[in-house]
């Protein structure tokens, strides 16, 4: 059976991890979602860009990288585990009729993939204590559900109450130039910010969130130009914490 995370990078004290709870499309044999094929490619399974942005990054010593292995078809690992949502039954407008499960199915599924991730995760902040925690996804420029949003931005930064990190990363990114920087958007933190809040707003540690356009993103000269962004604005925001 797959694992249900994936670890990249080198272990330190005191680096940089890097959480990717959407990082894979992966839907396993023995579940069947009663969707079509072509969703498992779409914005609602995973988060198209972050898996090889957070591999790239991890290359650089001082990060490390864990990232989930399941579609958030399967479960959804930016939510808390008594959340309804967590093994979404609808999403984007498409009806999932394999997430219409007992109560006793929707606990193996916590058990299977939810519980060992974060377990993981815990154990990652606590053991390393990191400078700095980001929490990385990427976001649809559309939505099927609402054609006429609009979602501009390049990337969009995402805190709830500890907004420490999040405001040099925004700071930082806009020193980039040529990036349209969305302070929570396209979504607030206060509102959609799980992981973060169990494993960095409960033990006061250091973190921001980003959401990067996926348009920007599915191609690997994309993913090496927001990996560089990111690490460029990470080193920065290590030192000003510091």
């Not at 079509?36 to 198209?48: K, L």
């Not at 390049?154 to 990363?169: K, P, V």
């Not at 910010?193 to 960095?200: G, K, P, Q, V």
């Amino acid at each position: 059976m797959k694992e249900a995370f994936e670890i990249s990078g080198v272990p330190s004290e005191g680096g940089v991890l890097i959480v990717a709870d959407h990082a894979s499309n992966h839907v396993p044999d023995d579940i069947d979602l009663g969707i079509s094929p072509q969703y498992f490619e779409d914005h609602i399974a995973f988060d198209p860009g972050t898996a090889p942005i957070a591999r790239m990054m991890t290359e650089n010593s001082g990060y490390l990288a864990i990232l989930s292995t399941v579609s958030r078809l399967v479960v959804d690992c930016n939510r808390f585990p008594d959340e309804r949502s967590v093994i979404p039954e609808r999403s984007d407008g498409v009806e999932i009729p394999g997430n219409q499960i007992t109560a006793a199915e929707r606990q193996t599924r916590l058990d299977r993939y939810f519980t060992p991730y974060h377990d993981r995760v815990h154990a990652l902040v606590l053991d390393l204590k990191p400078a700095l925690v980001l929490s990385l996804h990427s976001f649809s420029p559309t939505l099927r559900s609402n054609p006429q949003l609009q979602r501009p931005w390049d990337i969009g930064i995402l805190y709830n109450q500890y907004e420490t990190a999040s405001r040099f990363a925004i700071q930082f990114l806009e020193a980039e130039g040529m990036l349209n920087v969305g302070d929570q958007l396209p979504y607030s933190g206060k509102e959609l910010n799980a992981s973060m809040d169990r494993h960095c707003e409960a033990l006061g540690q250091p973190y921001f969130g980003a959401e990067l356009r996926q348009d920007l993103i599915m191609e690997p000269v994309g993913q090496r130009r927001f990996a560089d962004i990111l690490l460029r604005s990470c080193d920065k925001i290590r030192t000003a914490l510091a």
